[in-house]
């Protein structure tokens, strides 16, 4: 029944490893996206995929890199991990980009690099 | 420079309260505000969307209101419940380059005691 789900819901890892984490959405939604929630609660937006293209890839470090294997999916990858990368990363989805939809957010997953 | 402030940053109210949260934006060009409510160790969820014409929208319970002019915006909560301690999320979106991009408050961090 989840309409988002993010996996795995927890992370614990060392600094200089690389990671992935999994989304996908049962919604039929064309548009995906990934979301930092830093300590002090801001989400900012990472990335957007509609029907499989980047359409937005604001400002992050380049070992961080989304795949989208067909437009249920949207997967993140991130290289040598650092302290800072430490956040919850919420996956989300829209019926589309240019207009207002509403957005469901996943359940997020708690990144901790040690 | 695009920002969402919100006020209070926490709120403590007894059962069956009212309460009002408040959100004030710099964000152009607006394309529309939306509020979330995000219940600890979820993801947000949205309550209502709001365009420019819009200036009032309800759910339930809970009631938004915009003032384009002034960049404001709030939300009533009417006869608050225990299961109504969340954050409540401002969430401004900006249309750019086709899209829209969601721009979020830190949050009004609200518990409702018995």
């Known amino acids: 029944d989840t309409a988002v789900s993010q996996t795995p819901k927890y992370l614990v890892t060392q600094m200089g490893n690389d990671k992935s984490i999994k989304c996908e959405q049962n919604l039929g939604h064309d548009t995906m996206y990934w979301y930092k929630q830093d300590s002090k609660k801001f989400l900012k937006i990472m990335f957007s995929y509609n029907n499989k293209e980047l359409i937005i890839n604001e400002t992050v470090p380049n070992r961080f890199s989304p795949k989208s294997p067909d437009k249920a999916h949207l997967n993140l990858h991130i290289n040598s991990l650092e302290l800072g990368d430490s956040a919850v990363y919420f996956c989300?989805?829209?019926?589309?980009?240019?207009?207002?939809?509403?957005?469901?957010f996943g359940s997020g997953t708690r990144l901790t690099v040690v | 420079k695009n920002q969402v402030e919100q006020s209070p940053q926490s709120l403590i109210i007894l059962e069956g309260k009212n309460c009002t949260l408040q959100c004030n934006y710099t964000v152009s060009p607006f394309s529309n505000l939306r509020w979330y409510k995000q219940d600890t160790g979820r993801g947000p969820v949205s309550l209502t969307i709001m365009t420019f014409s819009e200036n009032t929208k309800s759910n339930g319970r809970y009631t938004a209101t915009l003032d384009a002019d002034t960049k404001q915006s709030s939300l009533h909560i009417t006869a608050s419940q225990l299961s109504d301690s969340a954050s409540y999320i401002c969430?401004?979106?900006?249309?750019?380059?086709?899209?829209?991009?969601?721009?979020f408050g830190a949050g009004t961090r609200l518990a409702v005691h018995p």
């Open positions: 989300a989805s829209s019926l589309g980009a240019g207009v207002p939809y509403g957005y469901t």
């Open positions: 969430v401004v979106s900006q249309f750019s380059g086709g899209y829209n991009k969601l721009i």
